[in-house]
Nanobody
Framework: QVQLVESGGGSVQAGGSLRLSCAAS????????MGWFRQAPGKEREGVAA???????TYADSVKGRFTISQDNAKNRLYLQMNSLKPEDTAMYYC????????????????????????WGQGTQVTVSS
C-alpha cells in the first residue's frame, strides 16, 4: 500500500519561501508519476506541479517561475520549493501518486488533473499573509 506523508507547511509573509516535502513508502518500480495539488477554502482542488516517470516536469501557469518540483528517489521523497509566495497561494497542499504506472507521453495538463492520481497524502497547510 502506497503511503504519502506531507510536511513543511506553515505561515509566511508574501514574498517568502517554503519547501514542502512528501515522504513516500510502500511502492516499487519507477513507472509512476507524482504531483502536488492544492485546495483553498471554497475552491476546487487544482494541480500545481507534477513530475513524470521520465523525470520531466509540468507546472500550472499560476506557479511557473516560482515553484519547483523535484524528487529524491534514494530518499523516496518529493519536494515542492515555493518562492515569491503570494496570498493567493494559501491552501492545503497535497502530495499525490499515480502508481504503479503513469505514461510520460501524455499532454502536460493530464498530469495536473486529480482524478488521474490514485494515492493521496493528508495534506499540509500553507498560509501566506500580505
Amino acid at each position: 500500500q502506497v503511503q504519502l506523508v506531507e510536511s513543511g507547511g506553515g505561515s509566511v509573509q508574501a514574498g517568502g519561501s517554503l519547501r514542502l516535502s512528501c515522504a513516500a513508502s510502500g511502492y516499487t518500480g519507477t513507472g509512476y508519476c507524482m504531483g502536488w495539488f492544492r485546495q483553498a477554502p471554497g475552491k476546487e482542488r487544482e494541480g500545481v506541479a507534477a513530475i513524470k516517470s521520465d523525470g520531466s516536469t509540468t507546472y500550472a501557469d499560476s506557479v511557473k517561475g516560482r515553484f519547483t518540483i523535484s524528487q529524491d528517489n534514494a530518499k523516496n521523497r518529493l519536494y515542492l520549493q515555493m518562492n515569491s509566495l503570494k496570498p493567493e497561494d494559501t491552501a492545503m497542499y497535497y502530495c499525490a501518486a499515480a502508481w504503479p504506472f503513469c505514461s510520460s507521453k501524455r499532454g502536460g495538463s493530464w498530469y495536473l488533473l486529480g482524478p488521474n492520481y490514485n494515492y493521496w497524502g493528508q495534506g499540509t497547510q500553507v498560509t501566506v499573509s500580505s
